[in-house]
């Protein structure tokens, strides 16, 4: 099930609210949030519902135990255990046939590939799960004796399937303690219609642009198709994802929940390393404190250690060569930047280093989109015009799309942001209160008019972070 459909939207979120809202008592609403994260996750994958809890279960008995032998040997030999069987089952369902190809293509041995399917949100679940038992270790929150607790944690439908990342720690008085306030639910709501747009329109139709343009054989795909091409992309997985997260966190609101920001408009960026401060934010927070700062961080073989993280960082999103020389690339430029140009970018006029970062977003993302080395070769070729500059064919898929791209470039700048600091002081005002609620229950009820409308009207309807 996915935020964006119409079974999730009419009839599970409805029947949800009902019962988590009838109930003022804390215990009887984690109760109903955690059935209904459990039927939500069993909706698509129902076998690996069980894998989900059973990660879930090794984290809270190894907290237990890293507790109750907290200061000696055996505290870390339980949380070493924790680590490596919650990371088992990630290396099994994701990385084992990948790792299993390589090795026979390069050794040329025979080693059976499992061929089983991803369980839906893996990533995102393990690393939840991971940040419990490292925290309870470090003494940074207090160990979970309730498992159903730790389970509506793990599971929490709101941000299961693609995060964001939400750590224990964001959370855990949460689980115990949260106000359901009025005026924080209307504020979970507009984030919910805001992120649902985003999904809907915006990521949906840059996605049907791009997958007309290079989704097919690239042998003739010219260089304005290759480059609107890739653009396009670049809107759709920015609005899909962070429409997503924008999503989550408007549920969490909604119940009572505060999930940390994951986005904060990574396209005006002035340089690669502000560009990853800035997008999906939960996960490159994750790698700093979870994997470079306990390696050294800066302090002892900085570049091992970062070179280390954008290889994991790669693999996290997907078990592919792919993926490997996306987090390569990266490292390059965050080194090229450390080293040498981020100081030059700093004196530069904001226009060059706003320029200069896009244009290596954009190639980035070839390596995320296209999975194998020809395609991604096929594709900068026909970028720097082998092909021609432009086709008869593509120019008409651009025409009859072109009004979506100037829109989202548009909402992918901070304009909303913007105009709600110039506002500030007019909601001081009575009326102008009156004025702002009564436009937020338009908008929400407007964006789920529009959004429902294109659900009806189109099949197409990713989650391009599902598969990760």
Known sequence: ??????????IFLPLCLAAYFISKQIKI???????????????GEPVYILLMIATTAVDFFAGLFVEKYRGTKKSKLFLTLAV???????????YYDFFAT???????????????????????????????????????VPVQTSFYKLL??????????????VRYSDVCEQLEVRTCTLQKAAQGIVRFCIGLLKKTVLANFAGELCEQLIGGDLSALSMLGAWVGILAYAFQIYFDFSGYSDMAIGLGKIFGFDFPENFRYPYVARSINDFWRRWHITLSTFFRDYVYIPMGGNRKRWAVNMLIVWLLTGLWHGASWNFVLWGLYYFVFLMIEKLWLGEKLDKLPAIVGHLYSLFV????????????LPEIKAFFIAAFGANGFSDVTQRTVIVNYIAILPVCAICAMPILPYLRKKLANLREKKSWRVLWSSGQTVFAAFALLISTAALVGSSYNPFLYFRF
Do not use: C
């Open 84 to 94: 490596v069987l919650t990371l088992s089952s990630l290396g099994l369902f994701k």
């Open 152 to 165: 509506l944690y793990v599971s929490m439908f709101p941000q299961l399937i693609a995060g964001p990342i």
């Open 361 to 372: 977003v954009l190639v980035g993302w070839v390596f995320f989109y296209f999975e194998s």
């Open 1 to 10: 099930m996915v935020f964006s459909s119409l079974v999730f939207l009419y």
């Open 102 to 140: 390589t090795t026979n293509d390069l050794f040329a041995v025979h080693i059976p590939p499992l061929g089983v399917a991803l369980p839906i949100g893996i990533s995102f679940y393990t690393f939840q799960a991971l940040t419990y038992v490292v925290d309870v270790y470090r003494d940074r």
């Open 29 to 43: 609403r984690n109760i109903v949030l955690l059935i209904f994260s459990l039927v939500f996750y069993a909706w």
